[in-house]
Structures are given as structure tokens and as C-alpha cells.
């Protein structure tokens, strides 16, 4: 069963801090994305990787940046938090390079909040 | 890019009645749409999904048809049960320039006993 695992269940910082969320998953699986989930607007896709030190933009990149160092590690960055960035935030992962057209699997995700 | 609207935003059935959630889509080309479904402070977990070349499927209780004229697929729930009470979300993949799954904004689900 794939395992996608975000470091945090909950987490609270400052305006203006740098905040990393951090996203493995143990499927060897190409494919990872992050996502914001808020109330009454679904799920909406901050930035995704195809392969290893690759990135694209999603429909929210603004106020934060990615990075891929290695396969099954994802990392989310807030540079400067503020407060319109409090949020549940859901990694997710899949198969098939270079295609978003398959089931994807996700964490539990990270609950933030920014004071 | 993919505009993915879902009605209703919330729905409540008795239990053992069916419950149907509707999205349309706006790209023609889209060619994949999962349904997901996310219990309360759980994980999104992926329940069914149809690809363009099939017009319906079914899984148990479940079913999903797909309406590409219209631009629109709905997911069926038959004999619902206090557990299928959830957040459903459903999705459709671009394969414009967007080439990614838009998500629509979710129907509350709950069964009443």
C-alpha cells in the first residue's frame, strides 16, 4: 500500500518565519504534488514535480517555492508567512512519469496556522 | 484552464437511499475524473474514476457515469450507510496546457440513521 507521509500533523508559526512542510512517500513514485485545501474551494495545486530538481507551477504558486532533492522527498516553502496562508496543506504522489492522469495518493496533511 | 464545478455542497439522505453528486468540466479534451472521498479529519482516499473512453462504471455501490456531450459526470451511491458520510470530492485532468487535475469544491455527505 503506498505510504505518504507529511512531517506534520499540525503547526503553528509567525508572520514573516520561513516555514518548510515536508512530504515522503516510500512507492519509488515519480509524480508528487502539493495542494491547499480551504473550505468551499476543493483542492487547489500549489506546485508539482515530474522527477527529481523539476518543478511546474500550479494554479497558486504565489508566496511559495518547492523542492525536489531526491525522489520520494517533497518539500513545500513558505518564504515569508502571512496570515492569508493558514491552511490545510495535502501532499500527494503517482505513478507514471510525467503524467497527472492517474490516481493520486495522499497524506494525512498539515494543518497551519499563521499568527 | 479546467474549470470543475460540483453541485450540491451538501446533501443529506436517509440511510438506505441513494445519494448523487454532479460536476461539470469545462475542457472537451479532459480525459480522466476521479472521485474522492475524504472522512473527517482524514485523507482524501480515491473511491472510483472513469477515463473518457467508457461511459459509466461501477464498483459495489458505486457508480460514476460520464456525459462527454455535456461535459458533466455524477457519482452514484446506492443503499447509503452511516459510513459513506464524507466530504466527496471530484476531479477532472486537463489535457490542454494545464495538464494537471482540477479539483471541484466538495459535497458534504451525511446519512442520517
Known amino acids: 500500500d503506498v505510504k505518504v507521509t507529511q512531517s506534520s500533523r499540525y503547526l503553528v508559526k509567525r508572520t514573516g518565519e520561513k516555514v518548510f512542510l515536508e512530504c515522503v512517500q516510500d512507492?519509488?513514485?515519480?509524480?508528487m504534488f502539493w495542494y491547499r485545501q480551504d473550505p468551499g474551494l476543493g483542492l487547489r495545486l500549489i506546485y508539482f514535480s515530474y522527477d527529481v530538481k523539476m518543478k511546474e507551477k500550479g494554479d497558486i504558486p504565489e508566496g511559495y517555492s518547492v523542492s525536489r532533492e531526491k525522489k520520494e522527498r517533497f518539500s513545500l516553502i513558505l518564504e515569508s508567512a502571512s496570515t492569508n496562508q493558514t491552511s490545510m496543506y495535502l501532499c500527494?504522489?503517482?505513478?507514471?512519469?510525467?503524467?497527472?492522469?492517474?490516481?493520486?495518493?495522499f497524506g494525512d496533511g498539515t494543518r497551519l496556522s499563521i499568527l | 484552464g479546467e474549470n470543475v464545478e460540483q453541485h450540491p455542497s451538501t446533501l443529506s439522505v436517509q440511510e438506505g437511499d441513494s445519494a448523487v453528486i454532479k460536476c461539470t468540466y469545462s475542457d472537451s479534451a479532459s480525459n480522466y475524473f476521479p472521485w474522492y472521498k475524504q472522512e473527517l479529519g482524514k485523507r482524501p482516499q480515491l473511491i472510483i474514476d472513469?477515463?473518457?473512453?467508457?461511459g459509466e462504471k461501477k464498483d459495489q455501490r458505486i457508480a460514476v457515469t460520464l456525459n462527454k456531450t455535456a461535459k458533466h459526470f455524477s457519482l452514484h451511491i446506492t443503499e447509503t450507510q452511516p459510513e459513506d458520510s464524507a466530504v466527496y470530492f471530484c476531479?477532472?485532468?486537463?489535457?490542454?496546457?494545464?495538464?494537471?487535475?482540477?479539483f471541484g469544491s466538495g459535497t458534504q455527505l451525511t446519512v442520517l440513521p
Open positions: 512507492m519509488d513514485h515519480e509524480n
Open positions: 500527494a504522489s503517482s505513478t507514471y512519469p510525467g503524467a497527472s492522469n492517474q490516481p493520486q495518493h
Open positions: 476531479a477532472a485532468f486537463g489535457s490542454g496546457s494545464a495538464r494537471q487535475l482540477t
Open positions: 472513469i477515463r473518457s473512453n467508457v
